[in-house]
């Protein structure tokens, strides 16, 4: 369940150019109270530049974007009642984290008796009560991102956005903390919307998220539906290594099958596929198995030959030639389990319930 503070938000026809450059296209997203929505994409995808819309930094778009059940499209930042953790955290470096953390509620003018506490308990929150004194400087990374959510929260936003937060951490780090930040998240209940194009940033942290491509909205979904079932190529191949071969969807001996270059062909078996659907078949490496040729008929085995072979420590990552085709194959790793070698001669076998048609 939402706080009584989270809202919605609900994008309507937004565009946006610069000059003569369209950077945002006619996006249309609805985002739930107190969900945890994150854009994804490329650099120059557009989605900070639609996160600075909703926070109403920028130009004026195109279109209308809503907080709850209020028009804000026009309105300056300071009326939307939302609060943005920028990339680069933005702390005042002469002031303590105490007094980083009191500046907004300063701002408003909230009664200076109620400061000391609501300061205290968003610093509690984030497990920074007792660096109150400490200048940003004098904090890692990690505790300076979280002075920058403690100074964004505690105004009680209706929708947090957090543009890139993790970017400036190491590795570790950013696990660490995407964790502390969906924890807060959920303690909060409070919208927020996560701005990365760390695809394993998104997977984890996101209730839904929403992928974007030269300012357009490719697709919606949870995070699991469209790494199986992506629209387009595109999301295909951002959202995680995918095999993706040309062909077209064809009828033989009442069968349909996708038949792609260097003679492979896929049995296709949902029975929702007609000839001439789509032009690419996808699957996932994982879908795929490698094995010694033993001269066994299988429907969709093909014979290949290794080409690269990478050790990513729980699994083996090989990429078969097959005919034109480079298939990329995901074996798991354990020990004494057989290893192949560029130019061994292999058959690789794939589930066919995987094979996702795609149109473009």
């Known amino acids: 369940m939402a706080s009584e503070t989270a809202a919605g938000v609900v994008i309507e026809k937004l565009s946006l150019a610069y000059d003569t450059a369209d950077v945002l296209k006619d996006v249309e997203l609805r985002i739930e109270p107190g969900e945890l929505f994150t854009f994804l994409g ?11 819309c909703i926070a109403g930094f920028g130009p004026m778009p195109r279109g209308r974007i809503l907080i709850g059940e209020r028009d804000v499209t026009r309105l300056p930042p300071w009326r939307r009642n939302v609060g943005m953790v920028f990339q680069s955290y933005a702390l005042w470096p002469h002031m303590t984290v105490y007094k980083n953390v009191a500046f907004g509620l300063e701002e408003r003018k909230v009664p200076a008796a109620e400061i000391p506490k609501r300061v205290e308990a968003a610093l509690d929150l984030v497990g920074l009560l007792s660096l109150a004194d400490r200048r940003p400087w004098q904090l890692s990374g990690g505790q300076q991102q979280r002075v920058a959510l403690a100074r964004t929260i505690i105004v009680e936003p209706r929708v947090l956005l957090l543009d890139e937060p993790l970017s400036n951490l190491d590795a570790n780090l950013r696990v660490q903390m995407r964790r502390e930040i969906l924890d807060l998240q959920r303690e909060l209940k409070l ?40 629209v387009n ?3 295909a191949h951002f959202l995680g290594t995918a095999n ?22 896929l049995p296709l078996t949902s029975g929702n596929h007609a000839p001439g659907d789509g032009r690419t078949a996808m699957f996932r490496p994982q879908d795929v198995s490698i094995a010694v040729p033993d001269g066994a008929v299988a429907a969709a085995a093909f014979t290949g030959r290794v080409q690269h072979r990478e050790f990513l420590g729980n699994l083996l990552r090989y990429t078969v030639a097959v005919g034109d085709n480079a298939l990329v194959v995901d074996d798991p790793h354990q020990s004494g389990r057989r290893v192949f070698a560029a130019g061994d001669q292999v058959t690789v076998t794939l589930d066919v319930n995987h094979i996702r048609i795609l149109t473009d």
């Open 42 to 52: 490329p650099s120059g995808s557009g989605k900070s530049t639609l996160l600075r």
């Open 191 to 230: 919208t927020t919307i996560f701005v990365t194009h760390d695809q394993e940033e998104a997977n984890t942290i996101s209730d839904r998220m929403a992928v974007l491509d030269d300012g357009v909205l490719q697709q919606v979904g949870l995070p699991m539906d469209l790494y199986d079932k992506p």
């Open 233 to 235: 190529r595109f999301v």
């Open 244 to 265: 993706l071969l040309a062909g077209r969807v064809e009828a033989v001996d009442g069968d349909t099958r996708f038949i792609a270059a260097g003679g492979i062909v």
